[in-house]
């Protein structure tokens, strides 16, 4: 057993610091949030020179000097998270007052102004009453409420401080100061009746407010993943010879299912790596297998460009269409980024393959104004080609 994989170092934050700084490659290097680049020590002997010193003690020792420990920046950099116990929580305080007016601004354009909303996601508030204050367990859990609110489940307040902190708001994680976080948890905490409308949270009496929360004694421990001697769902073994030859792995949405929460392909952008599956009417689902999905892409680049449905359409046009390309780009005008026309004008006489495909493939932004384009890493590097060469290539 190695240094690093010792029980006793558990999961602290300088230690395993300590362990990425010490088995990076030699010559290479470690970029840490907040402090640039770490340069890497020398690296350990492989091979044929692992194998010759293997039995050499003065190599031993050397193994031994590889790597430093962590510095107390590095420590900080990364130890952001807030325990249970409050442990990693930092100073600070913020009233309702002040939540509310940074969640008018920052948060209810997702959440509400009251956190009631199920627009984007599942309610905050809702579904706790003064008697689960009292008893700490959510009653409504096993009741007729038709969802569960996020106070509803909350069992430690440490964890929602500690989301707030590190990933809201959406557009913009980290963005909210600590004073902002205490705001914005003493107010959603204020929805849900547990603290008063005057009230200040800070690190001194959150943990009272643990205290108070609805579904503090919701936590369970009754299951088979606790005491680790859960039994495993299959009793097969593994297959090393004679196997099949082909094995798929998909999912799917039972019928029974499909609908309750409306369309989900219309929910999705209509670019980018994911798609959502067609759930709505029966034409909504034939558009979602693949020839629907060719037929919908033949039909969008005819209205784009209604020339191009005079002749057979090359493969670089069929598959800006298949790949929803024209959700932001037309043939001969400009839309939500440039024309066909303007990249093949831009780029005439110019080995643009390369640059155009990398752009295809990773997404960028500020060569065509401040819209960014997403990546699409979904698209095969054969199709990415076949439609630069057309942008390029096309009259």
């Known amino acids: 057993m190695s240094r690093c994989d010792s029980p006793r170092l558990g999961w602290r934050r300088g230690a395993t610091l300590a362990c ?19 340069q890497a020590a020398q ?30 920046a590095e ?25 509310q007016t940074v969640w008018d601004a920052r948060c209810a354009s997702c959440h509400g102004d009251f956190g009631e ?5 599942t309610p905050i508030a809702g579904g706790t009453t003064a008697a689960d204050i009292a008893s700490g367990r959510v009653a409504a859990m096993t009741g007729s409420q038709p969802y569960r609110t996020s106070l509803m489940k909350l069992s430690t307040v440490s964890t929602l401080w500690d989301y707030i902190h590190r990933a809201m708001p959406w557009d913009a994680p ?12 003493a107010y959603i905490l204020n929805l849900g009746d547990i603290v008063p409308s005057d009230f200040t949270l800070s690190d001194a009496n959150i943990g009272e ?28 073994t593994a297959c090393m010879t004679n196997c099949a030859g082909k094995v798929e792995v998909s999912s799917l949405i039972p019928e029974y299912a499909r ?21 709505g009417s029966p034409e909504d689902e034939a558009k979602d297998k693949p020839e629907g999905k060719a037929a919908a892409a033949t039909v969008g680049n005819a209205a784009a460009n209604p020339a191009a449905t005079a002749a057979a359409q090359p493969l670089g046009a069929k598959l800006t269409g298949q790949y929803q390309c024209l959700a932001c780009h037309a043939q001969d005008r400009k839309l939500v980024g440039p024309s066909f026309h303007e990249i093949a004008q831009r780029y ?17 932004q500020g060569a065509w104004g401040p819209v960014p384009m997403p990546p699409q890493p979904q698209v095969p590097e054969s199709d990415i080609q076949a439609m630069v060469k057309w942008i390029l290539e096309a009259k």
């Open 75 to 99: 420590v900080k950099a990364w130890d952001i998270d807030v325990r249970p116990d409050f442990q990693g929580l930092p100073p600070g305080r913020g009233t309702v007052a002040q939540g």
């Open 20 to 38: 990425l700084l010490l088995g990076v490659a030699g010559g290479a290097a470690l970029s840490v949030p907040g402090l640039g680049t770490v």
């Open 43 to 72: 690296a350990w002997p492989s091979g044929a020179a692992a194998r010759d010193n293997k039995d050499n003690k003065n190599t031993r020792a050397a193994r031994a000097q590889l790597g430093r420990t962590a510095t107390a």
């Open 174 to 185: 980290k963005s909210l100061t600590v004073d902002e976080v205490y705001a914005v948890t």
């Open 209 to 236: 407010v643990q205290r108070k929360l609805p579904n503090r004694n919701g936590m369970t421990t009754e299951h088979g993943l606790w005491p680790g001697r859960g039994k495993p769902d299959t009793r097969n």
């Open 259 to 279: 609908g309750t929460h409306g369309d989900l392909a219309a929910q999705q952008r209509g670019f980018g790596p994911v798609r959502g599956v067609a759930t």
């Open 348 to 364: 005439k006489g110019k080995d643009a393959h390369g640059p155009l495909a990398q752009k295809i493939r990773s997404g960028g």
């Open 117 to 121: 909303s199920n627009a984007v996601f």
